[in-house]
């Protein structure tokens, strides 16, 4: 492979520009802001909190709660607001992968809420969701086994390549977003969707995989740039 | 639902009666305002805004539909507010709550009375064809006075929009590619937001200051120095005379606020 | 091996150290390293390893002093907001006895109280009680938040910070370990004082930072820099080599002093500042594992031990779990 030169000039391992920002709003307990390509994703973690929703809460354990939601405005045709089947899925597998890295046992009966807003979306809004959060549970003192990181690989013209934009998810062939947790390498979220061979989809995981091990790297650096003196 | 201390309420009542407020400003004084517009590449037109920590996004999306039967010939303004739970501990999810219905409810009608937005200019084919402006705001970060804020938000994003140009093609609607228009607008408008503190009118409240404020009242203002809208809400009432003074000041600051645009 | 230094900010996941370290608060174990479960600053203490969070909830602990905000009143108790994800019951036999009276005529919800920890149950509720110097209800006054993290560095080595602030502004002030600190004093002194507070949370992780301040605060009120710079606060940031021995024999005389203690308890009523603030001195010295010389911890004991109840528990102190796992 390899040569391919893909629709918007990246190569086949070449992410699309990444941002990231950690502690971007005043209320959140944490916070994140990320752009990856076109997309703008803002994070919110309050908690752990007490909830009042006592049928949610585990006696040995926090439990944590995630909402996925894209603005109206962060799509070509107006979104209707609130939550939909799409949206509540992600949500659902966003917890999902962000739960192992976290250590709740100190905190009992506590709730940790997750709010990633999609302000603008354009491909991989789940992935970028998840590495966003996983900065503002750091950024909100949760303790963490490690950084979850998302990113995706998928199937285009016949070619695996990393990170699909959206006009990539839409004519391609297969996408296969995870998320990981880097120090152990052990994955927290894989989905696939599309057409690949069984050689194909080692490939795409590989490729994944490394994607995510250069995303966790801006993930440390934009923590450490909050509390870097100057 | 979240309590006041007894002892910040006095606190900050005691302050406001000597003039003076717990982030040193005056009365009559705004907190730092930043607008950028353009912030949505996917939206006709976006801003974000931020008033001191308050900060809320707006983006304009238009999307063709029928006109109302009695004004056939304009087109439609929608306005919508998400208080996000990212916002504010105290916001949960789900439906619009009714402060959040208010909020957009009085931010919309600054923007319809003030009649800034040419509705007339935006009518495809009347009675058929028409442009409906979906105005969505996100409230992400509450620290009070988010009506001013999305007031202005909606007044930056308007004055940056931009719509396809339609044409009727074989009784079909067709949008042309590559060319667009601004969103006809005539008019600028702000508005100004007081809470009541002890026996003091205030303006930019803080969330704090809201917390204690016995009641608001939210007066817009055009740039010309018309009242379009007004909107009293709080617990207590308010004397003629302090609805004048509020009156008063905001079309004053109005036009300091407009400057930001 | 060891990967890291004393102070460096870590990040969650962070390989700090290999086996042959041990895993203090802050940290865990996994596949024979030490890793970081924390975005904070690592405290290195003979072999043991710990993380010092940047930001974290308020999780309440026996003996603790917080300050707390009446949420409602109900039959026989009050409910207490102790900025933390578990709230706080205060019983009402803990301020009557065993003698009927209206609660809310005593405490009223919206009140702001300076509060004991009295136990923690399993499920992390906290029961309140008002037994100690200058409990009870705030009146006038102002209230700061405050990361609960961040009050180590508020109080300053032997209470530095927060007695420069209280000379310099005159304003009375209580900081409860709930990251919840009350000022009362001039009306501009409080708003400076606040100013001040959330200025110092805001760099807590700085060096330099009480000369920063005091700086800061001689600018604000004298309209000129202190007189001479004084050089101390560096020292912070040094750390000792550790000497075992010497918190052994802390230790023994902490329990000493505390067996004495317990004997002849001393009924009179202190400032609320001066409590809350000399226990937040221990906290501080714990946080940042740092032991003067012996002298100076005998001093402070000392101290300690004069004007602190008997209730707080010697058992929460971290140098003690450090020598239990050194043994």
């Known amino acids: 492979m390899s040569e391919m030169i893909r629709e918007d000039g990246r190569k086949f391992n070449e992410l699309r520009p990444i941002k990231i920002e950690a502690g971007v709003l005043e209320r959140a307990d944490g916070s994140a802001y990320l752009e990856v390509g076109g997309n703008k994703i803002l994070v919110a973690v309050y908690g752990p909190r007490e909830s009042y929703i006592r049928r949610l809460l585990e006696p040995n354990s926090g439990v944590i709660r995630c909402r996925y939601n894209m603005a109206p405005f962060s799509v070509d045709d107006r979104k209707r607001p609130g939550p939909d089947r799409r949206s509540s899925e992600i949500s659902k597998i966003t917890a999902d992968a962000l739960r192992p890295a976290l250590m709740l046992e100190n905190y009992p009966r506590s709730m940790i809420d997750i709010f990633i807003e999609v302000i603008e979306a354009e491909g991989g809004t789940r992935c970028a969701g998840i590495t966003a959060a996983s900065v503002a549970l750091v950024d909100a003192g949760v303790p963490m086994k490690d950084i979850v990181v998302g990113c995706a690989a998928g199937k285009v013209n016949d070619e695996i390549v990393l990170d699909l934009s959206e006009y990539e998810d839409k004519e391609g062939q297969a996408d296969v977003p995870i998320a990981m947790m880097p120090r152990t390498g052990e994955i927290t979220l894989l989905q696939s969707d599309g057409d690949l061979t069984e050689e194909e989809f080692a490939k795409a ?23 870097s003196t100057e | 639902m979240d309590i006041v201390p007894e002892i910040t309420k006095q606190s900050i009542t005691n302050l406001v009666k000597n003039d003076k407020r717990e982030d040193g400003r005056e009365l009559t004084e705004y907190r730092d305002i930043s607008i950028e517009t353009n912030v949505i590449s996917k939206a006709e037109g976006s801003a974000r805004v931020k008033i001191g920590g ?25 306005t919508n507010c998400e208080m996000l739970p990212m916002a504010d501990p105290t916001f949960e999810p789900g439906p619009p709550s009714e402060d959040s219905i208010e909020l957009a409810r009085v931010v919309d009608r600054g923007i319809r009375e003030s009649e800034l937005v040419e509705l007339d200019k935006l009518c495809v084919e009347e009675g058929k064809h028409v442009w409906m402006l979906f105005i969505d705001l996100h409230i992400i970060d509450n620290c009070g006075n988010l009506f001013d804020a999305c007031e202005l938000a909606v007044m930056a994003a308007l004055k940056t929009t931009k719509l396809p140009v339609a044409s009727i093609v074989d009784e079909e609607v067709v949008l042309s590619e590559d060319e667009t228009f601004d969103l006809p607008i005539n008019n600028e408008l702000a508005l100004c937001t007081f809470v009541k503190i002890g026996d003091k009118m205030v303006i930019d409240p803080t969330l704090s200051e809201e917390r204690v404020a016995s009641a608001r009242l939210n007066v817009g203002v055009t740039k010309d120095g018309h009242i379009c809208s007004m909107q009293k809400g709080g617990k207590e009432p308010l004397t003629k005379d302090e609805i004048l003074y509020c009156v008063n000041t905001a079309v004053g600051k109005v036009k300091e606020l407009i400057e930001y645009l | 091996m060891i990967y890291v230094e004393n102070k460096d900010l870590v990040i969650p996941g962070q390989i700090l150290a290999d086996d042959e370290y041990y895993s203090g608060r802050g940290t865990f174990k996994d596949n024979g390293k030490v890793c970081s479960s924390l975005m904070g600053l690592v405290s290195l203490r003979n072999k043991k390893i710990r993380v010092i969070p940047l930001k974290s909830k308020y999780v309440p602990k026996k003996g603790d002093v917080v300050i707390g905000k009446i949420n409602d009143v109900r039959f026989s108790m009050w409910d207490v907001d102790i900025n933390s994800p578990y709230s706080g019951i205060l019983p009402a036999f803990e301020v009557f006895g065993r003698e009927k009276k209206e609660l809310n005529k005593v405490f009223d919800v919206g009140d702001v109280l300076f509060l004991r920890v009295v136990d923690v149950d399993e499920i ?25 993290t961040k009050v180590p560095r508020l109080i300053g080595k032997k209470g530095s910070m ?12 209580v900081v409860g370990q709930n990251g919840l600190v009350w000022v009362k004093g001039d009306e501009d002194m409080e708003q400076l004082t606040k100013n001040i507070i959330h200025l110092i ?7 330099g930072l009480t000369n920063k301040i005091k700086n800061k605060l001689y600018l604000a009120i004298d309209g000129e820099l202190p007189p001479e710079e004084v050089s101390e606060e560096e020292e912070e940031f040094v750390l000792e080599k550790p000497k075992l021995q010497n918190f052994k024999e802390e230790l023994e005389q902490e329990e000493r002093e505390a067996e004495e203690k317990e004997a002849a308890e001393s009924p009179e009523a202190e400032d609320a500042d001066e409590a809350a603030e000399v226990e937040e001195t221990e906290e501080d010295n714990a946080e940042k594992d740092e032991k003067p010389n012996i002298a100076e911890v005998i001093e402070e004991l000392r101290k300690k031990n004069k004007n602190k109840d008997n209730t707080i528990s010697l058992g929460d102190n971290s140098n003690n779990s450090l020598i239990l796992n050194n043994k």
Do not use: W
């Open chain 1, 205 to 227: 995981i590989d490729l994944a995989m490394e994607g995510c091990l250069q995303v966790s790297e801006l993930q440390k650096e934009a923590l450490m740039k909050r509390y």
């Open chain 2, 54 to 78: 308050t900060q809320v996004i707006v983006g304009i999306k238009p999307q063709l539909g029928s006109p109302f039967p009695d004004t056939p010939d304009l087109g439609v303004l929608m």
């Open chain 3, 124 to 148: 992390k509720k906290a029961k309140l009680g008002l037994k100690g110097r200058g409990m009870g209800k705030f009146k006038g006054g102002i209230i700061v938040d405050i990361a609960p």
């Open chain 3, 162 to 173: 927060i007695n420069m602030i209280k000379d310099k502004t005159n304003c009375k002030i």
């Open chain 3, 201 to 207: 949370e805001a760099e807590a992780h700085t060096s």
